[in-house]
């Protein structure tokens, strides 16, 4: 009897395809990799290790959970002799599309494999298809090419390297063998600091769904959502992003009575957290306009895939005029920048 493993995004969508009747092994791949350290270089198990230990220390899950979790997900593909065909099921996002290159990379790179791999990717949300609909689906997987295969693995090197703009140079050339690639990665570049307020694109969004009324966490949560032409970004990562721009001593947010926004760490403070009012500081409003440079005040680093965003005027930022990375050089002002590629 054939066996098939399947490979999805999360939870919810591992439970429609179970709903769905999907044949096979159903199995999460449970990683925001947008946010966080990615060493492409890194075996599929010392990457785990490196991720798990990124979630823990955000406090989005328990180190022994989310290590075991990804653990037990690895092994899985350790033992690949036991399928006859593996598909991958995936949306047009950022979060999935990140998902597929980790994945793709791993399948060109495993050369004694013997199952056919195959792929379903859709343009929306799988979980809000019908158990029907996700059946319908099942029979349209196609197999995946030797093209989408060097693509998804060129990507993936790119993005968990040093250098950002390996990943401009791979979208100025066809990348149609994984048609949902550019925009995804285009929009991953937007979460480098403006070339004018040091602001990511979701740090922008979200302090001006606050200015606009939406002042609870959840009202700006779901504003900041709508702005995007496909939705990426989770709750309890958006929620972090709030508590990273509410800290220190010249916050860009904060709550209403002037005290720092600390993002829930559990249920129970998630409750009171949703519901608080938010406000925009003097400060923030000032970096929104870019009379302010948010990374000179800003004493956080922040990882996007291989690249670490430190604090400080030079490093990579995006021009969103021009619409491509720029560089600028420590000592130097946001403006005095040169083109990245």
Request: hydrophobic share 40%.
């Amino acid at each position: 009897m054939k066996t098939r493993l399947n490979i999805t995004n999360g939870d919810s969508a591992a439970t429609k395809l179970r709903q769905a009747g999907i044949q096979g092994e159903i199995i999460p791949w449970r990683d925001v990799l947008h946010e966080g350290p990615v060493n492409a270089s890194l075996s599929l198990h010392d990457l785990s290790e490196l991720r798990a230990l990124f979630i823990a220390e955000r406090g989005w899950d328990d180190f022994a959970h989310v290590s075991g979790s990804l653990d037990q997900r690895d092994r899985t593909l350790a033992n690949l002799d036991r399928f006859d065909e593996i598909v991958l099921w995936f949306e047009d996002d950022l979060y999935d599309q990140l998902q597929l290159l980790q994945l793709l990379d791993f399948f060109a790179r495993t050369k004694d494999r013997k199952a056919r791999l195959s792929m379903i990717v859709v343009d929306g949300y799988l979980p809000s298809r019908t158990p029907p609909a996700l059946a319908e689906l099942e029979p349209r997987r196609t197999t995946v090419t030797d093209q989408q295969l060097d693509l998804g693995r060129r990507a993936w090197a790119a993005f968990g390297s040093v250098d950002p703009s390996a990943l401009e140079r791979i979208m100025g050339t066809d990348t149609s063998a994984l048609r949902f690639l550019s925009p995804a990665l285009t929009r991953h570049l937007e979460e480098f600091p403006d070339r004018a307020s040091g602001l990511s694109r979701s740090e922008a969004e979200a302090l001006r769904a606050v200015e606009a009324g939406h002042t609870t966490p959840v009202a700006a949560f779901l504003e900041v959502a709508k702005q995007q032409r496909s939705i990426f970004l989770g709750d309890i990562v958006f929620y972090w992003y709030l508590e990273r721009m509410s800290d220190g001593d010249m916050p860009l947010i904060t709550w209403k009575d002037g005290s720092r926004v600390v993002a829930p760490r559990g249920r129970e403070d998630s409750r009171e957290f949703v519901t608080g009012d938010l406000s925009v500081t003097d400060l923030g409003r000032q970096v929104l306009a870019g009379r302010q440079d948010w990374q000179t005040v800003n004493r956080n680093s922040r990882w996007l895939g291989g690249v670490e965003i430190k604090p400080g005027p030079g490093g990579w930022r995006w021009d969103s005029s021009g619409k491509r990375l720029v560089r600028a050089e420590p000592g130097k002002s946001p403006a005095s920048t040169s083109p990245g590629a």
